[in-house]
């Protein structure tokens, strides 16, 4: 059955659904009354309803059942710094979020590319890739934050870095950690060392160098299947 979002769905028998929603489920999909699909608020409430009147703008619809999820305490959680290209964040977004993530942090770093991000665009394609991969919680987001004041809230977890030294696998992690990932230039002999003060171990995505998106997915594929 189809899914759409809703971040606030009205606690009523019978409601209006907005008119972009509406413009989409009458015009594009063509539903009738009598069609039922999905809505989702991302935080667990799934209601099943059903077209009551065909309206473009205001299309009318019934709830047919409700049922909320709690979502899961754990789950993995990515703390990256933002490519300067912003398409490259976003393709990452999509995978993680098809993979199983359920949470993202920006981190402003010493050699960061990008020092500040609006983060409308990526709420949108998380929105697309829940409905997509048909899950039933919404990728939580953070906004841009540094790298300092992140490890001192989230202590613990696992640092991806370039430099020489001992590294565990992912696998060998608490697989709840949240894993780190720097800029194209990496993090700082200082970021590496603050991470560890607070509890986070070294860890290593490969034998290959990856770019800063594609660490970001492949740590939470190894992370997730650990």
């Not at 929603?21 to 099943?48: A, C, M, N, P, W």
């Not at 934050?145 to 977890?157: A, C, I, M, S, T």
Request: hydrophobic share 40%; net charge negative.
């Amino acid at each position: 059955m189809r899914r759409f979002f809703l971040s606030h769905i009205p606690d009523s028998e019978t409601f209006h659904l907005p008119e972009e929603e509406s413009r989409h489920v009458i015009r594009v999909l063509r539903y009738e009354q009598g069609d039922q699909f999905l809505l989702l608020d991302g935080k667990g409430l799934i209601i099943t309803v059903e077209v009551i009147e065909e309206h473009p703008k205001k299309c009318l619809v019934k709830v047919v059942s409700k049922e909320l999820k709690e979502r899961p305490e754990h789950g993995f959680h990515l703390a990256i710094a933002p490519t300067k290209n912003l398409d490259r964040m976003e393709w990452m977004v999509e995978k993680i979020v098809e993979i199983g993530a359920v949470k993202i942090s920006f981190l402003n770093c010493e050699r960061s590319e990008r020092v500040q991000l609006k983060l409308e665009r990526l709420q949108r394609v998380a929105i697309s890739a829940m409905k997509q991969a048909q899950q039933d919680f919404l990728l939580e987001i953070e906004e841009l934050q540094n790298l300092e004041d992140f490890v001192v809230k989230n202590p613990n977890g696992g640092i991806a870095h370039c430099m020489d030294g001992e590294k565990k696998a992912v696998s060998q992690l608490n697989n709840h950690s949240c894993i780190l990932i720097g800029p194209e230039g990496d993090f700082s002999e200082k970021e590496v060392a603050l991470a560890l003060k607070h509890g986070y171990e070294a860890v290593h995505l490969g034998t290959s160098r990856l770019r800063t998106e594609t660490a970001g997915m492949v740590a939470c594929v190894l992370a997730i299947n650990s």
